[in-house]
Structures are given as C-alpha cells and as structure tokens.
C-alpha cells in the first residue's frame, strides 16, 4: 500500500495564481482532511470530508475549496493564492471514529511546501 | 470549542533518561479521543499513542506513555530510556465525539544528548 500520496512536494506560486494540490490514499478510509502547518507552529484544519460526496469547513478554510468525488481522492483548490497561504499543507485519512473504536489515528501524507511570491 | 495546550516550546534530555511532554485540554464534550504525533526534521507525521477519554487504563506503545489525568484535563507523554532519534517536534491533538475535525497543540521540540 502507498498509503497517503501527495502532489507536488514543492510548488511556488505567483500571487492571484491558483493550483490544486493532490492527494489520494489506498487504505480505503472514508475520512480525509486537509492541515496546513506555518513554520514553527501546528497543524490547523482546513477543511475535511467523511465520505464521497462530503466535505465541510474545518478552523482556517477562507482562500480554498475542496471536492470529494470519490473515496480516494481529496484535492484542495487554492484560488487567488495569496502571501498568507505559504505554508506546509499536509492530507490525511482515517477510518471513521465509530469503525475504529474511538482510536481514528489519522494517516499523512508527506506534504507539500508552497511558497507564494 | 476544544482547545490544546502545549506549554513547553522546547525540552531537552540526556540520552536513556526518560522525559516528560506537558499537554493540557479543554472540552465540554466527555467523549474525547487523545492523539501523540511526532514529526522528525524530515517532516512527515507519525502516530504514536492514543487515549480515550472512557479509558481506564493509561496507554502504553513501547517506550511511550500517556499520563492521563481526566480531571485536570491533562495527557502528558512520557517516553522512557530517550534515544537519539527522538529528537523531533511532538504534538498533541484530541477529537471530541461530537466533531469530525481533529486539533492540534503548538507542539514541543524535544532534543536528545549523548
């Protein structure tokens, strides 16, 4: 199993660009979420999805959109890159807390560095 | 609103000594899952240990230890006989059972001497 893949590592954008990053997991877990990391500090949620179809907003999702069109897959869009979003942006998954007992460990992928010039 | 509290922003302990990462919460919801994550300098996020809120017993992976105190609202991790390559970033994160999201603390930067 790959696990949780994430494209690209590393991406720089112009300000008022827009991308999407990639992501996708092989473990069949109906929970994905998306964290950006800023340096030096934690992970804060952008936004998360518990199954195919379902998505919402987690603590820090103005300046992004997501879609989950099927149970692998869930790409963040970044529309009008800005400054403010430099940062680590890291994908998981886990099983849904009533699946696993409680202990839904989530599973990251390895990030992407984006830097917006 | 859960909320994490790391207090420690850095630590350092000599190597085969144990330690002690403070973490502290705060939530309304009496069903609550605890999370240790470790992040190494290369970057990626590795589970370590988990704690439910119903739990009786402190949970235990290896060298690594939850120091569960319900009632102060506290789960400290302990890793015991600290080895070179622990040296990383430590986060604590809860999930109430009410919330799908999952947050994390500031983390702790834990260093290990020979």
């Known amino acids: 199993n790959a696990g949780v893949t994430q494209t690209p590592k590393f991406r720089i954008l112009k300000i008022g660009q827009s991308m999407t990053l990639q992501c996708a997991q092989d473990?069949?877990?109906?929970?994905m979420y998306w964290y950006r990391q800023d340096p030096g500090m934690g992970l804060k949620l952008i936004y998360y999805s518990v199954g195919a179809g379902i998505t919402d907003k987690g603590e820090v999702p103005n300046g992004y959109n997501v879609s989950r069109s099927t149970t692998e897959d869930f790409p963040l869009r970044l529309e009008l890159a800005a400054p403010s979003q430099t940062s680590v942006y890291f994908c998981?998954?886990?099983?849904?807390?009533?699946?696993?007992?409680?202990?839904?460990?989530?599973?990251f992928g390895p990030g992407t560095r984006l830097t917006v010039l | 609103a859960q909320k994490i509290t790391q207090t420690q922003p850095g630590m350092f302990v000599q190597e085969k000594e144990a330690v002690t990462l403070d973490c502290t919460y705060d939530t309304s919801d009496p069903s609550y899952g605890l999370f240790w994550y470790k992040q190494p300098s290369s970057g990626e996020m590795i589970f370590l240990i988990y704690q439910g809120s119903y739990d009786q017993q402190n949970a235990t992976e290896g060298r690594y230890s939850l120091n569960f105190q319900k009632a102060r609202k506290s789960a400290n991790l302990v890793i015991s006989a600290s080895q070179l390559g622990d040296s990383a970033m430590y986060f604590c994160?809860?999930?109430?059972?009410?919330?799908?999201?999952?947050?994390f603390g500031a983390g702790t930067r834990l260093t290990v001497k020979p």
């Open positions: 998981a998954s886990s099983y849904s807390p009533r699946l696993a007992g409680g202990r839904n460990e989530q599973f």
């Open positions: 473990m069949n877990h109906n929970y």
């Open positions: 994160a809860m999930r109430e059972a009410n919330n799908n999201d999952m947050r």
